[in-house]
């Protein structure tokens, strides 16, 4: 789920105070001085999608040229299966007429991580942004979860959806048969015990985000002050308990050096299920949106461990340097992504039914008119398959085949 709201508002990024060069390289091997104020997040957006249209053109054009060569013309469209890597869709709230079952084959998505949220009575949406408002006492969050997962349980033996346990459920599900990853959005309820990973994954759980909204004994939260010195002891353990069992870690929520020292902890299988790329990257006292995002140094370290930085669909209204708003926007930064951490890192993480009011994406047709515009520009169709479904796919089986 995301933060859409406003934090502390005044304490944005001053103006006026950043160096003439490019002080982070968004264009990978780019180092010319800027021309343009790098003081504003809308001067840095405009140039990176001025370059990004630049190299839209270039993919555009190759796809004509190839086109045009004999034995290309008659080629049919690539369809890439879709996998999404983080969605709450017919899951958090009861909506009958979702039928996932169907909305997944009518678009040819295969593979959805369905999140429970394991905090989701102790947080309000409130003028600052998501926000703990509650305090679970002992046992609470384990009873919680335990309920959710009965609700994610009913929900799927309706629609005759499995959930993928094995690698070779991800196989079925890529190659056409819908299933879905039963994934929490986090780890709250282990009440800081690792024991409990064991009854979890018997469960059925294959993919863990570690914090969320809620104060968590495993780390600190992207959207609130730091508490934590350091990763505790128990964070590592969770971790390390998650890669023997065969549960992908999901960092997302996570702060800068809870990515950094989760990567050192353990070999564990890692991805970034939901948000954004953002140049500066963001802190605590930041917009909701702003706080949430990636910044390039910890998106590329995770993408060196293999693993795979998923596209939210929030919108946010009033910041025009803000780069997803729309579903052509949301394709453009797919592709901006690409440049950044590689196209093998790259996924859907759409946060359906979680990402707010108004969000760029509502359905799985949406997804597949992103997919349908990234088909267009003539993306190589490796780097489309990964990218729509096959790079989650991959670390996912990784992780569970540990
Ligand atoms: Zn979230």
Redesign the pocket.
Known sequence: ??APSARRPGTRRRRGSCSTRCADRVWPGCSRPRAWNPCTDRAEAAMTQLLDRRRFALLAGAALFGSSLPGRAQAPAPRPRIADM?SHLGLLKPVPDVRLREQMEATGTGLVAW?LVDDQPWIRSTGAGIAQVGEPRPGDLWNWFLRESRVLDARLLRWGLPKALTPADVDAAMAGTPHVVMAS?SANFLEGDPGRLAQAHAMGLRHL?LV?YIASPLGDLQTTAPRHNGMPAVAREVIEGCRKLGILVDL??STPDFVDQALEASQARVVW???WIRAAGGRWQDWGYIA?SLAPQQARKIAARGGVIGL?SVRARRDSSYPIYSIRAYADEIVRMADIVGPQAVGFGT?LD?AGPDPVLATYADLREVVNLLVQRGLPEAMLEGICGGNYARVLKQAMAA
Do not use: F, K
């Open positions: 789920m995301p983080h999140a959005e985000q969320h997302a929520h299920s939901h948000s949430r939210w946060d979680g």
